[in-house]
């Protein structure tokens, strides 16, 4: 049972900061011209990882089976993990003041978003590989989720 809980705690961290980086790319998208592509990849890739773990609690429930899932998403090396620290990673990418995103956009912010913006190509290659990375994990969640509800 601890080992449950201690798995549904790092899916909620991870759908947490999920939701940070989301609003960042949301608010990037929309804030700066020509935002780069990549945000929209990142975007896409942790809209999608959300979803599936926003999801693990009902699967694992209603089938019989949940241990075992739950120990191979589990553990030190485990598919939660890296996504944790691949998320992480990618929200690291951003600015540290701009984890409070606000509807209402000041022209200072706009500013700022727009200096990020020219700096993002120093930051593309890794934002690449991370969506590469979280696609593979988002892969391996999903089967292991999919294997065991079939």
């Known amino acids: 049972m601890a080992e449950a809980f201690g798995v549904f705690a790092s899916i909620v961290s991870i759908i947490q900061i999920a939701d940070r980086v989301i609003g960042l790319c949301k608010f990037y998208i929309e804030t ?26 009902p ?13 191979r998403l589990s553990g030190p090396d485990s598919p939660i993990q890296a996504c944790h620290t691949i998320m992480t990673k990618m929200e690291a990418l ?35 590989k991370l969506v590469g990375d979280l696609s593979n994990v988002k892969a391996t969640i999903n089967l292991a989720l999919t294997v065991q509800t079939t």
């Open 32 to 57: 700066v011209h020509d935002a780069p592509s990549d945000l929209r990849s990142i975007l896409l890739e942790t809209s999608m990882m959300k979803a599936i773990l926003e999801n693990v609690d």
């Open 59 to 71: 699967l694992i429930s209603s089938s019989g089976e949940g241990t075992s899932i739950l120990k």
């Open 94 to 128: 951003f600015p540290s003041n701009y984890h409070q995103v606000h509807d209402n956009t000041s022209k200072r912010q706009k500013v700022k978003a727009s200096l990020a913006n020219l700096a993002w190509p120093f930051k593309a290659d890794r934002a690449k």
